[in-house]
């Protein structure tokens, strides 16, 4: 069912094999499962161990090009319009890619056609937890952006897609909103 997907997110997969099952308990009996090496995980998709999704030789050419580009745009990276320019591809054709690569767990999209390396949301979300730490454990966008550059709109986004995921949640309202830690950062550390 999920053969084009390097796996399930953890929730989700509480959801559809043990409902009942409260998450802390679900969680502990999948780490078990990793540690049996009947489980595995890339980033935050749990996966059985021979499960792997591939791209043909002609999109990994087409994805390392677009995935150089976004690595090189760091906290700034390119719009799907602007890759589609620069590589001489159509949008729906990048957009498409794009969104096989992050199956896969090789990036993230933030909002429609934003995406970002795994490499940069790790360390975004190394950036939210220190302000987190020197803040009371509150992150203000204001903050965040001043640390990643830009402008308020994106360090926006980008809090808002921590939001999504369960790494952060948002509270408050006006001058007073903040984001704080509330789950596990969408990038787990490669082993």
Same mark, same amino acid.
């Given at each position: 069912a999920f053969a084009d997907e390097p796996g399930v997110e953890r929730e989700r997969l509480r959801r559809m094999c043990a409902p009942q099952i409260p998450p802390a308990v679900f969680l502990a009996r999948l780490e078990d499962l990793l540690a049996e090496g009947r %489980?595995? &995980? +890339? =980033?935050? $998709?749990?996966h059985l161990p021979a499960h792997t999704v591939e791209l043909s030789p002609g #999109? !990994? +050419?087409r994805a390392d090009a677009?995935? +150089? !580009?976004? @690595?090189?745009? $760091?906290? #700034?990276?390119?719009?799907? *319009? #602007?890759? $589609? +320019?620069a590589c001489d591809l159509q949008e729906t054709e990048v957009r498409s890619l794009l969104r096989r690569i992050a199956m896969r767990g090789e990036i993230f999209q933030v909002v429609r056609d934003?995406?970002?390396?795994? $490499? @940069?949301?790790?360390r975004m979300c190394e950036i939210v937890s220190e302000l987190a730490t020197l803040n009371e454990g509150r992150v203000r966008a204001a #903050?965040? !952006?001043d640390i990643? =550059?830009?402008g308020r709109k *994106?360090? %926006?986004?980008?809090?808002?897609?921590?939001? !999504?995921?369960?790494? @952060? *949640? &948002?509270?408050?309202? =006006?001058k007073c909103r903040a984001h704080m830690l509330r789950g596990e950062a969408p990038v787990q550390d490669e082993a």
């Open positions: %489980i595995a &995980r +890339a =980033g935050s $998709a749990w #999109d !990994r +050419a677009l995935l +150089a !580009r976004l @690595t090189n745009g $760091a906290f #700034d990276p390119p719009w799907v *319009r #602007d890759l $589609a +320019a934003l995406f970002y390396p795994r $490499a @940069t949301v790790r #903050d965040f !952006r990643i =550059g830009g *994106r360090a %926006i986004q980008i809090l808002e897609f921590f939001d !999504r995921v369960g790494y @952060t *949640r &948002r509270v408050g309202e =006006g």
